[in-house]
């Protein structure tokens, strides 16, 4: 079987020039062929030696990912379904700005979490993506964009872990794929360019900050334990309170001195001033649970199966308003690539499920949470209650 080199960092694809008997400098070679000029034939890598480039095609390939679509909004941004084999797909999407050009990655063939707002979490798991698979993503993106806009210099300046997946549940093909977006000899991303957003998966932030410390964006989407469970169902296991301390302690190593709170915005259910307040306590005047944070409000994009509506324009506006008064930085991200249903997190890639995830939810019993919607009507959102997290 031949052994994709993709799935190498440069620590990685060392050890195997050197089980081929090569000096390790020729690993910086193929390193620099692969990630820098997106070569996928050895028969291109001119500089290393003939018999080298006989042999490897013999035990190794650089295969990346099959494209099964490619959306394209009108303001730039572009979607891809890929093929990552047995009926499931994967997105990833560009996000080009002025000043930086994103590109949002998935980690996993759906996801095991369940966010209720969540429609990959909707979907179900179906498996953790290889390293190969997480950086192809990247390296697909880079240099088909670099051909398309006829550029020779880097591309994508930015990546977030926000497409499918909880990244830190697939951590150890996770780490390697981050070094290598970070490596000089690979994308050359700084640390600050390079986010994972988590939905708090607490024992593994902290070793994150021991193995490879990137920005961290944490999605909290509620203010207290109750609700969160109910939101993020592995709060049940990890807290909030356990959360913040390891978010804190997470800050010691991060390339940047906060962390990002995502909040997804939803009407009736955890956009009131009084949640603002919550969280004004709960991240601001606590010296237990204080942190050191920006806020990112999500306008939600809504999904028949979520039973979930987004908050108004006004609500967000004013939930904003609260928490930048308390001096929390507070933005509102604005929403791209809508003609292409491109929403970071609510991706809308194909799994083979795995966890039986849909009938586990249509099987719950809900409870109906009553709240004073935005638009002053009472609103009954039906949240299934709490159950035994099990991960
Ligand atoms: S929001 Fe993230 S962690 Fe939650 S279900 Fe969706 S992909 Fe998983």
């Not at 209720?116 to 964009?145: D, V």
């Not at 955890?270 to 920006?294: E, F, G, Y």
Request: proline letters at 4%.
């Amino acid at each position: 079987m031949l052994v994709n080199l993709l799935d190498f960092d440069l620590a990685g694809l060392t050890d195997f020039c050197k089980s081929l008997g090569e000096k390790g400098f020729r690993a910086t070679q193929l390193f620099r062929w692969i990630h820098q000029r997106g070569a996928s034939e050895f028969s291109q890598m001119t500089d290393l030696a003939k018999s080298l480039r006989e042999k490897l095609p013999t035990v190794a390939t650089i295969t990346g990912l099959k494209v099964i679509s490619q959306h394209e909004s009108t303001d730039g941004t572009i979607k891809w379904l890929f093929d990552v084999g047995n009926g499931n797909a994967i997105e990833s999407v560009y996000i080009p700005e002025s000043d930086r050009a994103t590109l949002c990655v998935s980690s996993q063939a759906g996801c095991a979490v369940a966010c209720r707002f969540c429609s990959t979490g909707h979907q179900g798991f179906s498996r953790n993506l290889s390293t190969g698979e997480i950086i192809a993503q990247l390296w697909f993106a880079e240099h088909y964009l670099k051909q398309k806009l006829g550029r020779t210099d880097r591309i994508i300046s930015n990546v977030v872990m926000m497409g499918m997946g909880e990244p830190l549940q697939n951590y150890n093909a996770l780490v390697p794929a981050l070094k290598t977006m970070l490596d000089d000899h690979g994308y050359g991303l700084s640390r600050r360019r390079v986010t994972v957003s988590t939905s708090g998966v607490v024992p593994m932030i902290d070793r994150l900050a021991q193995d490879c410390p990137v920005s961290l964006a944490v999605s909290l989407h509620a203010p207290n334990n109750d609700l969160r469970s109910h939101l993020v169902p592995i709060n049940i296991k990890y807290p909030l309170q356990e959360l913040l301390t390891s978010c804190n302690s997470y800050l010691k190593s991060a390339p940047r001195d906060f962390i990002t709170i995502e909040y997804c915005m939803l009407d009736g259910v955890n956009d009131t001033d009084d949640h603002a307040r919550q969280l004004i306590d709960l991240l601001v005047k606590q010296s237990s649970t204080r942190l050191s944070c920006k806020i990112n409000l999500i306008p939600f994009n809504p999904f028949p199966a979520s039973g979930l509506l987004c908050s108004s324009k006004e609500r967000v506006a004013s939930f904003a308003a609260l928490l930048n008064q308390a001096g929390v930085i507070t933005t509102v991200r604005k929403t791209r690539g809508d003609d292409i249903d491109a929403a970071c997190g609510q991706l809308a890639g194909e799994v083979v499920d795995r966890t039986k995830i849909q009938s586990r939810l249509a099987k719950r019993a809900t409870i109906p949470i009553q709240i004073a919607s935005s638009t002053g009507a009472s609103n009954a959102h039906e949240l299934p209650p709490e159950e035994a997290y099990s991960q």
